[in-house]
């Protein structure tokens, strides 16, 4: 009996500390003053005076980052007020001494994309470096999910809206409808008084 009460107690604790360290969900309302560190060793926060969007992916499902991008509105591509991250959840699975390899890999296709959007760019007569606009967390073991209330063995894609001051404004465990992401990031641009 004392034996199974200890295996008992152990195992309680395991799953309290797994819970903990998964964090609490975040819930719409609830401010989060969260910091991540970019591939480019940026640190990036919820509450520094950006609308930030943010979108978790795994490798098997990155092609609906760039889905939900696209419901980005127009006015906010290119806007210094505007954020938007890619969170990509590598569950665990990547070992260390390939973590600076793949963050390598990463920015060189966020510079190839910067080129592309950089065109944009140009089109509408802005003259931001579009490099500035593209953030990318690789999140190689679950501390950055951790943050947003997320279990790194998730192939969950998550959505999230913060206003200028770390507020979430709205949250989705998909791909939002198409006239959701843009109401969601209106309602964040409300200045609070």
């Known amino acids: 009996m004392i034996r199974c009460g200890h295996q008992l107690f152990f195992l309680l604790c395991a799953v309290g500390f797994t819970a903990a360290a998964v964090g609490d969900e975040l819930l719409p309302g609830s401010t989060h003053r969260l910091v991540f560190r970019d591939v480019d060793g940026h640190d990036l926060s919820t509450a520094e005076g950006r609308v930030t969007i943010i979108t978790v992916v795994t490798r098997r499902n990155e092609e609906k980052a760039r889905e939900i991008a696209a419901l980005v509105p127009e006015y906010a591509v290119g806007d210094p007020q ?31 994309e910067a080129r592309d959007l ?6 509408r ?5 579009a490099r500035q606009d593209v953030s990318v967390v690789a999140d190689f073991d679950g501390r950055a999910l951790a943050q947003l209330g997320l279990s790194p063995d998730t192939d969950e894609i998550a959505v999230f809206v913060f206003n200028r001051q770390g507020k979430l404004i709205a949250r989705w465990s998909d791909v939002p409808p198409p006239d959701a992401l843009p109401k969601a990031i209106a309602a964040a641009e409300q200045r609070v008084q």
């Open 82 to 112: 505007y954020r938007y991250i890619t969170m990509v959840n590598f569950q665990q699975k990547l070992a260390r001494p390939l973590h600076g390899l793949t963050r390598a890999i990463i920015r060189r296709r966020l510079d190839a």
């Open 118 to 123: 950089q065109e944009r760019y140009t089109e």
């Open 125 to 129: 007569q802005l003259t931001r470096d």
